[in-house]
T-cell receptor, first 114, second 113 residues
Framework: KAGVTQTPRYLIKTRGQQVTLSCSPI?????VSWYQQTPGQGLQFLFE???????NKGNFPGRFSGRQFSNSRSEMNVSTLELGDSALYLC?????????????FGPGTRLTVL | TQLLEQSPQFLSIQEGENLTVYCNSS?????LQWYRQEPGEGPVLLVT?????EVKKLKRLTFQFGDARKDSSLHITAAQPGDTGLYLC?????????????FGTGTRLQVTL
């Protein structure tokens, strides 16, 4: 069974631009969560989607948004990029929502904002 | 706000040595998970401890969940170079917030020959 895939793996943007990251969960998994990982703040929860609905949200500004499609694939969008948005963005999928199952992480998208 | 503090932050040891990583919080969690992350990859779940006082063994790794469900430890016996990586603990909340993992600050372990 294929694991969680994220595209692109690397991305370089400039301040003020926007970016869209994609996550394809493990086949059959309906929950997708997004995390931001930085050296200073560690791994922080962004949001969780289940059956196309956002179920949980972390403490990030409104510039960070996401959505989930009917095939469970998810995208996250960051608008008006800031230097501090440079990070590894990880998505994780699980069979069920809200702690009902193990989360499997993808390899991440490394975003650099110049 | 980081709710889970791990210590030490960095650990460099030689093959064959033993080590313990601690994960402490002021919050109570329904369960505690431990992950290992290697460069260029996402975290991989090692174990979930659920019951206060629980001890789980995974080959040379021993995980313990504190009685009060606020802290946990990971002990590695006879470390090997393959154990090198970033170790993360993560607290699982209750009910509707259970999927909102709260990660620890991380412990970077390097095991040399």
């Amino acid at each position: 069974k294929a694991g969680v895939t994220q595209t692109p793996r690397y991305l370089i943007k400039t301040r003020g631009q926007q970016v869209t990251l994609s996550c394809s969960p493990i086949s059959g998994h309906r929950s997708v969560s997004w995390y931001q990982q930085t050296p200073g703040q560690g791994l922080q929860f962004l949001f969780e989607y289940f059956s196309e609905t956002q179920r949980n949200k972390g403490n990030f500004p409104g510039r960070f948004s996401g959505r989930q499609f009917s095939n469970s694939r998810s995208e996250m969008n960051v608008s008006t990029l800031e230097l501090g948005d440079s990070a590894l963005y990880l998505c994780a999928s699980s069979l069920v929502a809200s702690g009902g199952g193990q989360q499997f992480f993808g390899p991440g998208t490394r975003l650099t904002v110049l | 706000t980081q709710l889970l503090e791990q210590s030490p932050q960095f650990l460099s040891i030689q093959e064959g040595e033993n080590l313990t990583v601690y994960c402490n919080s002021s919050s109570v969690f329904s369960s505690l998970q431990w992950y290992r992350q290697e460069p260029g990859e996402g975290p991989v779940l090692l174990v979930t401890v659920v019951t206060g006082g629980e001890v789980k063994k995974l080959k040379r790794l021993t995980f313990q969940f504190g009685d009060a469900r606020k802290d946990s430890s990971l002990h590695i016996t006879a470390a090997q170079p393959g154990d090198t990586g970033l170790y993360l603990c993560a607290g699982v909340g209750y009910g509707g917030t259970a999927s909102k993992l709260t990660f620890g600050t991380g412990t970077r372990l390097q095991v040399t020959l």
